[in-house]
């Protein structure tokens, strides 16, 4: 493998507290040191006026495989991540069959690995074709090398289950990523609210997800399991979470850039790239969610990439399904929402983009120390570009960006070590 | 053959663009006035002895129904006939859930066969929007789920405005199952733009307070109402809504929401009952109050004829001024 030296960038390692114009060098796939005089290497890489960072890391991404390979694939999905900066991402389990046992948590491990672009790490199912009633068998999934439980796209409905998955995990010291939405009050196509009701679309209402952070909160009060929540959207919910934490409980969060920037009212006109669930709220929740993450109450910036169909996103929008893709374009989308605006800078969303998430799933990656694997990802902060969808990797095109125009992007994904992508006309 | 209506298009021209109706949300109070102008030369067609005019001759209307209807299509359908022109009845039931043929492929087909107007009712809100965007042709809302269903919203305060000269400053209540009624939504909209006052009245768990924000009232006590308003615009009750809760029973719901014989002593002299039909017949109203004098509901459907005349003339013309212009 040839050795990397990125010369002259701003290397920002939030897991060091290093924010410094220097030098990097990569040897055998590790990061071999971080200064000045650092000698010679195969491939000189020069980063002036970039940042360089640990890779980026997704921990809440669809890649649709197996079952609806039409829409993603573990190939796709890792072509559209290192096109986006991201070198770990996480898939969520709800294929067709789910990631539920440990031979299909091998499957993607293996599949990622022949890829061989991203680190492709899968989460496995709380219970059991993510039905809500029996657990899966979730420790021979976490040995195998599941990085988390979650059965995103419903949450565990059943107190009685969601207390015995708590205590379950806590067990091996797992992470249970929890996607909130009480049944019985969610189902509904978009927030509820007086643009759900002046379209004539059945609501969702901030209460379907609150409620079941609350229980959830509530039960694993005496449990203390690593307890994680999927997508927040509302305000409510980023209260709960801060209180949560002011109460010292075991409890991380994160946030999708679409709950960053839209609101309901994108929601009329019908178009389904705007339905995704939890749906777009209003801007007093979009406000809540960037102060919660002003103060640490959000820890970290997922992008809940959910590739569908063209021909299933053309459908009446109560009928479409839920979802956008976001890999190629969330990092411009979180320097929109956050940094252009001036919530936080640079070094706080790279943490929210590395460290934090690679502790949520508990890696070693996520930092640039020496010794450290090298993912790493180059940032030019200041490139104006235009979100042009017919560009994507992905599969997929359901996505609400398209022409948006934007600034910073990724010009490099280097990934062990090895350059996994590059930005062609840089 | 007898003339056509005494608008004249060089009127027509500036008030009226639109080669779609989709919404009375999106119309401005001229244009609702204008049609209700319009309406009112074409009712006049319906008394002649030869009950037609040529303004449609040589256009196709296709009347796309995925809902059951009998009243309004009939309405449409005659409507259209009245114009001259050809009309075609397309009736689906179901929606294109799963993959195959969306409801696109299927107004596309319809329009590849040279229509010039369709007319859709849908079970799901926005189709009627949506397909606007991808077809050339002229689309007519005809009712998308609990959105809009604007020529009902016409016909009604068409009807008010024959009965009382005027909109503005009625107070017009609307009762019921709020929260699933397309109908309360296109009255609220053309009531409100036309400078009547409107009040919600149901159960919190029909009238979701954010109605509020649209301009209206939102009231959980008939009682409280039933003196001061002008006009009762009665709902169908959906007994289906019983299963998701939305309240306990019939029986109960005509206990506080009915207009039932005792709460109709104490309305007003001159109160005008309305109902979009088709009625549950001493539930939501006694049969001596919809048959009785103060019943606009027979006026409604007469007039609809009208409205719906009105209407597709008027996006008709809009659309053949569009191809000029191109």
Redesign the interface.
């Given at each position: 493998m040839p050795s990397l030296l990125i010369q002259h960038g701003t290397i920002l390692d939030p897991a060091q507290n290093l924010e410094r114009r220097t030098n990097l060098l990569i040897r055998d796939g590790r990061v071999a040191r971080i200064g000045s005089d650092l000698g010679r290497a195969d491939r000189v890489i020069d980063a002036t006026g970039m940042y360089v960072t640990p890779g980026l890391i997704d921990i809440h991404v669809h890649f649709r495989e197996p079952g609806d390979e039409e829409e993603e694939t573990v190939a796709s999905g890792s072509a559209a991540a290192v096109a986006g900066g991201f070198t770990t991402v996480c898939c969520m389990p709800n294929t067709k069959p789910p990631l539920d046992n440990e031979g299909q948590i091998e499957f993607i491990l293996r599949e990622g690995q022949r890829v061989g672009l991203a680190n492709v790490f899968p989460i496995g199912a709380i219970t059991k074709a993510r039905e809500g009633k029996e657990l899966a068998e979730i420790g021979s999934m976490l040995q195998r090398g599941a990085v988390a439980l979650s059965d995103d796209g419903v949450g565990v409905a059943d107190a009685s289950v969601m207390r015995k998955a708590l205590q379950y995990i806590k067990m091996f010291d797992g992470v249970l990523m929890q996607h909130c939405e009480e049944p019985t009050l969610g189902g509904g196509a978009m927030h509820?609210?007086?643009v759900?009701?002046?379209?004539?679309?059945p609501g969702i209402p901030p209460e379907a997800e609150q409620l079941m952070i609350s229980r959830d909160l509530l039960l694993n009060r005496t449990i203390g399991c690593r307890y994680h929540v999927q997508h927040v959207s509302t305000a409510g919910s980023v209260e709960l979470i801060r209180r949560a934490k002011k109460d010292k409980l075991n409890v991380t969060a994160e946030v999708a850039p679409h709950h960053l920037l839209l609101t309901d009212e994108s929601c009329r006109?019908?178009d389904t790239n705007y339905k995704m669930n939890p749906p777009l709220r209003t801007a007093q929740d979009v406000k809540a969610c960037i102060e919660g993450v002003k103060d640490g109450t959000i820890d970290c910036l997922a992008t809940d990439h959910a590739p569908h169909?063209l021909?299933?996103k053309?459908?009446?929008?109560?009928?479409a399904p839920m979802g956008i893709i976001g890999l190629e374009c969330a990092l411009a989308l979180y320097v929109k929402a956050l940094i252009e605006p001036g919530h936080v800078n640079w070094l706080k969303l790279i943490d929210m983009m590395t460290a934090k998430p690679a502790q949520i799933i508990k890696s070693d990656r996520g930092t640039l120390r020496e010794g450290a694997v090298a993912d790493v990802t180059i940032i030019d902060p200041n490139r104006k570009w235009k979100v042009d969808l017919s560009r994507f990797e992905s599969k997929s095109r359901n996505c609400p960006f398209g022409g948006w125009e934007v600034t910073a992007a990724p010009v490099m994904t280097i990934v062990g070590g090895d350059v996994k992508w590059e930005l062609a006309e840089r | 053959m007898s003339e056509a209506p005494t608008t004249s298009p060089t009127e027509t021209q500036p008030l009226w663009k639109r080669k779609h109706l989709l919404s009375i949300e999106e119309l401005s109070a001229q244009e609702i006035h204008f049609v209700l102008e319009t309406a009112k030369s074409f009712k006049e067609v319906s008394t002649r002895s030869v009950k037609k005019v040529p303004a449609l001759r040589g256009r196709v209307v296709v009347n796309a129904f995925f809902e059951d209807s009998t009243r309004t299509r009939t309405s449409f359908s005659l409507a259209a006939s009245r114009l001259s022109a050809d009309v075609i009845d397309f009736s689906e039931k179901g929606s294109s859930i799963s993959k195959g043929e969306t409801l696109i492929d299927t107004a596309w087909n319809i329009e590849a066969m040279g229509v010039d107007i369709i007319v859709i009712r849908h079970a799901a809100a926005g189709s009627a929007e949506v397909l606007s965007r991808t077809v050339k042709c002229s689309i007519v809302n005809a009712g998308d789920g609990a959105h809009e269903h604007p020529t009902q919203g016409l016909l009604d305060i068409y009807t008010m405005q024959e009965k009382f000269g005027r909109i503005k400053g009625l107070r017009v209540a609307i009762v019921g199952d709020i929260v699933n009624s397309r109908v309360a939504r296109s009255n609220l909209w053309a009531l409100t733009k036309m400078g009547a006052e409107v009040i919600l009245v149901g159960p919190p768990t029909l009238v979701p307070r954010s109605f509020e924000k649209l301009g209206a009232q939102v009231v959980n006590d008939f009682d409280s109402v039933i003196g001061s308003v002008d006009v009762i615009n009665m709902l169908r009750i959906q007994f289906e809504r019983i299963k998701s809760s939305q309240f306990p029973t019939v029986r109960e719901f005509t206990r506080f929401f009915g207009l039932t014989g005792d709460r109709f002593t104490r309305c007003r002299d001159n109160v005008f009952v309305m109902h979009p039909g088709p009625m549950n017949r001493g539930l939501e109203i006694s049969s001596h109050i919809a048959d009785g004098p103060h019943s606009g509901i027979l006026t409604q459907v007469t007039n609809g004829l009208a409205v719906r005349m009105a209407v597709l003339y008027l996006v008709n013309q809009a659309q053949q001024e569009n191809k000029v212009s191109i």
């Open positions: 509820a609210g007086v759900s009701v002046s379209l004539g679309l006109g019908y169909l021909e299933e053309e459908l009446e929008f109560v009928h | -």
